[in-house]
């Protein structure tokens, strides 16, 4: 080392490490923008089981298989177990006011099912309780000519579209419990729709409204985004997930 | 004054040298006030128990997006005009690496005495190979933060695997950046002359002696910035 002479002679002697390191991140981040769901997938994996027993939840901070939290408008809209009602109306013969105490005392459905985002990510085994759709639709008795329902958000800007052979489904529900406890603010509580086969936004939060209509009315992100009215997993919206087990 | 270890170059006589000037200053403190919004309002975006304490999510978003959209700005402007010559000069300094630099970077991994022992030999630069890696970390996953971010924001002309494969880099690069940034504010503090030269400008040439000989010396050292 003694034998070389120090860098002394200007700014721009040695080797350009600076703009490689710039131009190396910028080629490296545009690979994960192309790859990053298959990379996500894989880390889901490994990373998964990882949490599940981590006691210090420090592991949580990791980017990867929790669920992120979207909402349209600002901040969570707030409805209290007490005030919360929703209506089943629209090609009906009874229309209905439900609470959420009448909703609880109908049969319970449980599903345990993933939830997949159509932006990527999947949080695996969710514990969800509510009542089929398909039972509340029968209750208020459908009239000839409905074909479709149109979801209404109490955020007063999000909404929902599912065809009656959609709606129809045995794991199509409307949920008030998630992971054995109340459905949070954040998850769409105090009652939420969950579509156990379809990518998430088709499972609207903070429901408020199940309105029967003779057409499907595309929903928020339907146009607002340019998102498949029809929501399959893994085959809709260009993307080609497993389906949730 | 302290006793040097190596005499003094004889350029100079004041105890003190110009470092930063008032751009440079201007910038880093833009730059980290820009940052610090950044990891706030991104904290509260992705962890949940802040998100709930604090609501508002679409105003906390906006505020994430145009900072981030800011972000190459101030460094941009400062480079622009004729006001930015010392910062030129610095950032053609940082994506440069001497010999020094290597061995720099090797001792890091290496036992305390060892590492104190050969960089007391080592002729470094103005900046050492850490700070030059910062400058170059910072700038590169700025330009992509700054990427993936606009991609998540304005998806629509995108395929929605890019959108998927842009939260993931977005993510992950976050916490990297959150790391690296807990690491440059603790080695700034640990070393309190390196750390107020960047408030003041200036820094003592008893420093520089021990810490940037190469600097002091060199034909493009503060002698010759003063010019």
Redesign the interface.
């Known amino acids: 080392m003694a034998s070389d002479p120090p860098d002394r002679r200007g700014p721009d002697r040695g080797t350009p490490v600076g703009r490689r390191v710039v131009l190396g991140l910028l080629g490296l981040g545009a690979v994960g923008v192309v790859t990053g769901s298959t990379i996500q997938n894989g880390l889901d994996d490994v990373l998964a089981p990882v949490q599940r027993v981590d006691p210090t939840g420090l592991s949580d901070l990791l980017p990867g298989d929790y669920f992120r939290i979207y909402t349209v408008t600002d901040g969570y809209p707030v409805e209290s177990d007490a005030q919360y009602r929703l209506a089943v109306d629209g090609l009906v013969d009874h229309p209905m006011t439900l609470t959420l105490p009448e909703l609880q005392a109908r049969p319970a459905t449980t599903l345990v099912r993933d939830f997949q985002c159509v932006t990527g990510w999947r949080v695996r085994g969710v514990r969800w309780q509510g009542v089929l759709l398909s039972d509340l639709l029968e209750e208020a008795g459908l009239q000839t000519g409905g074909t479709a329902l149109r979801l209404e958000s109490f955020d007063g800007a999000y909404t929902e579209s599912l065809t009656l052979a959609e709606a129809r489904r045995s794991d199509v529900i409307v949920a008030y419990s998630m992971d054995n406890g109340p459905l949070s603010v954040e998850h769409g509580g105090p009652v939420r729709l969950y579509v156990a086969p379809m990518y998430g936004y088709k499972s609207i939060k903070w429901l408020s409204r199940i309105q029967v209509v003779d057409k499907v009315i595309p929903g928020y992100w339907e146009t607002e985004g340019n998102y498949s009215i029809e929501a399959w997993v893994g085959s809709s919206n260009g993307r080609n997930d497993p389906p949730v087990t | 004054m302290v006793a040097t270890t190596r005499p003094s170059p004889d350029r100079r006589t004041t105890g003190w040298l110009a470092r930063f000037d008032r751009v440079e200053r201007a910038v880093h403190w833009v730059n980290a006030a820009l940052f610090g919004v950044l990891i706030l309002t991104g904290s509260v975006l992705y ?2 128990p802040l ?2 304490l604090v ?5 906390v978003e906006n505020i994430h997006v145009w900072c981030g959209v800011a972000l190459p700005v101030p460094v941009l402007l400062a480079l622009a005009g004729p006001w930015g010559r010392r910062l030129r ?2 950032v ?10 290597r ?1 720099w970077i090797r001792t890091a991994f290496r036992e305390r005495e060892e590492r104190v022992a050969t960089l007391a ?3 470094m ?1 103005k900046f050492n190979a850490g700070q ?2 910062n ?3 910072t ?3 700025g ?2 933060m700054l ?2 971010g606009a ?1 998540m924001r304005w ?2 002309p995108w ?11 977005h ?5 990297a950046i959150g790391l690296v940034v807990i690491g440059h504010i603790g080695m700034a503090v640990r070393d309190p002359a390196a750390l107020r030269a960047i408030f003041t400008g200036r820094i003592r040439r008893s420093w520089a002696e021990k810490h940037a ?2 600097w002091l ?4 050292g503060p002698a010759a910035e003063e010019a």
Do not use: C
């Open positions: 962890l949940q998100d709930q609501g508002r999510r679409a105003l000069l610095d053609r300094r940082f994506n440069r690496f001497s010999r020094e630099d061995v030999q080592l002729e630069g030059k890696l400058a170059a970390w700038a590169g996953v330009l992509v990427g993936t991609i998806y629509h395929p929605l695997a890019w959108r998927t494969g842009s939260t993931f880099v993510d992950w690069l976050a916490a000989p190469a010396a060199g034909d493009d």
